[in-house]
């Protein structure tokens, strides 16, 4: 109504001849103002039409042509407009391809083309950076990955043969199994992949050796890349290429020395970048990651690559980040990773930002050594608002915990979280990927500097399209009621969920002075990842969310709480062999949390039923929650004794609990459950293809844009992959 006021002044009786000359052009450019906010109705346009009119003597049919005219105009530009950007969204696949139990997916880049030409830039040489790194995944993940990776990779490209044949099929199949999980055991279960091929028949064509024929075809040969089971050695147990000769007892022992001369107070982060080795001689020493050290040809090119990039930094601190990276890089010095941990951190103002290093232990057995990965980014602001809410009020989350005071902290520093578009994913991010990240890993450093938490949004919404109608709801759901909570509510629950893992769970709590970060050893990832959910678990139930906003109402939560007990009591075993236990720490987690609630609900309900129930309907198998209060009442108790695990360094009540709750499957439930998903065809794994980033430049080599593309297939990615960016494989 004041702009149709405003306009109405405009038009005076004693206007200039200027305005009455431009009034067709005015009426024109407003009437596509008005269709296009839709916020006219037909009253108001008559008047309109008629106060115009009157005031320059114009007739009321003509003007009225006239408006009619622009409108259908109007429309017709709107309709293409809209029937453009209706296309140019539908134009976009997600899905790439399927092979074994992986799905591979594509993500966008949504407001790379907004950025300036130097943010470009700068996330141009840091996705450079990032592509660097493979050739160090594989070899962590075991000591024949690169070997065979390129016999596999040469053997695919110049085969003359029938590319139909059952065997060169299986190759095929074999390769891309092993290019997605950076080696050749399973990226989550853990177990050695099974060839499709005949042994004698892939011998005679790649002229492999018998050492190399023995590791792909037998099976009690570095059988598992990581083995966390109960009484054995671990590290022997294990083919993970992280410590060589080494018996879990020594390892233990080489560290525990040297914890014991190091800082109490600010520790390093032991072992962290380096692989253990004993010698000819018996003794034991680490071969350190670093410029000139194992893995240096690598290294050279990161390094290479964040110089290049440093110019167009941010800020002079994101050029003091990088510059801390690049010297740690060089000399492998771990105080230094420390000083780069803490000036990474406090850099929270760039909108473009990274991860680069060796930071997650989830793929060493005693949960030490540092895998390598990277992931570019820049802010989603609008998104990031949603998480901002909860970082501002950390302080009050702590403090409402239902954790012991003793081990809540006093004062919370540092939180930040945001949400985030995904550029470039690297190493152990790549293919498979996490959805949300909290870091740094460093207890002292975020206790005294804080961490950041991000949301990958782009991702999110990449797995999001591409589960759009598989089935899954529908088949494992107990009923409509459940399955109309997760359609309005699960969205938000999902997005929040991870925004309260990942920016205030992983960060809550603290450590006993004196308590050793690595005191839980190979238990410490499962009751970590299980302390971020019970917090998140526990906070969404809270009115606190939709006090903030953050929730829809106070039924939103009992999305959360549903998937939650579905997922941990049951349909996350779809991604594991019959016969075979729960190895990974993720999957330990949300199965420990599930069934000990499960346990401990019998009877705790309201008039004596139990708060969770497992129902038989027509022999399939269904979760029934029947008190969601009782079951965050059950999570909030589960999430106190774990906290006191955790800050107390209490051994052998983490391993109780995992190894009571988390490990075991019952067989008849996960035949049943295995039959029910394969009627639905889908993955139960995802990854993705990066996008393609081209460099355009001018006579002197100057970056003037960058541009992003998204047509590069799967199989194409990663043979580039190989030829461009692995310096260790040549």
Known sequence: SKLLFFTAQLCIPNARAIIANAIKIFLFIFGLFLMVIKLFDKGIKYFLISYLCKLKNTNYLSMKKIFKTMMLFTAALTAVSCGEKEQKQTEFNYNVESFADIQILRYKVDGFDELSRKQKTFIYYLNEAALWRRDILFDQNGRYNLEIRKMLEDFYQNYKGDREDKNFK???????????????????????????????????????????????????????????????????????????????EEAEAFYAEMKAKGDQTHPVMYGMNSTLVKGKDGKIYEDVWKVGGKYGQAISKIVENLKLARPFAEDAKQQQVIDLLISFYETGDLKTFDEYSIAWVENTEPNVDFVNGFIESYGDPLGMKASWESIVNFKDIEATKRAEQLSINAQWFEDNSPVAKEFKKEKVKGVSAKVISASILGGDLFPSTAIGINLPNSNWVRAEHGSKSVTIANLTEAYAQASNGSGMLEEFAYGKEEIEIIKKYGQFTDDLHTDLHECLGHGSGKLLPGVDPEALKAYGSTIEEARADLFALYYLADAKLVELGLLPDAEAYKASYISQMQNGLFTQVVRIKLGDQIEESHMRDRALIARWAFEKGKGAAKGGKDVIEMVKREGETFVKINDYEMLRNLFGQLLAEIQRIKSTGDYNAARDLVENYAVKIDPELHKEILDRYQKLNIAPYKGFVNPVYTAVKDSKGNITDVKVSYEEGYTEQMLRYSKDYSPLNK
């Not at 950076?182 to 060839?195: Q, R």
């Not at 005949?198 to 040969?221: D, G």
């Not at 890349?225 to 992280?242: F, M, P, Q, R, T």
């Open 170 to 248: 299986g190759v095929e199949e074999y390769l891309k199994r092993v290019w997605f999980s950076n080696g050749i055991h399973h990226h989550y279960g853990s177990d050695k992949f099974v060839p499709k091929f005949e042994r004698q028949w892939f011998v005679e064509q790649t002229k492999c050796s018998e050492e190399i024929a023995e590791v792909i075809f037998n099976p009690e040969v570095m059988p598992k890349k990581i083995s966390l089971a109960e009484g054995v050695d671990l590290l022997l147990a294990s083919a993970c290429n992280y410590y060589q000769g080494v018996t879990q």
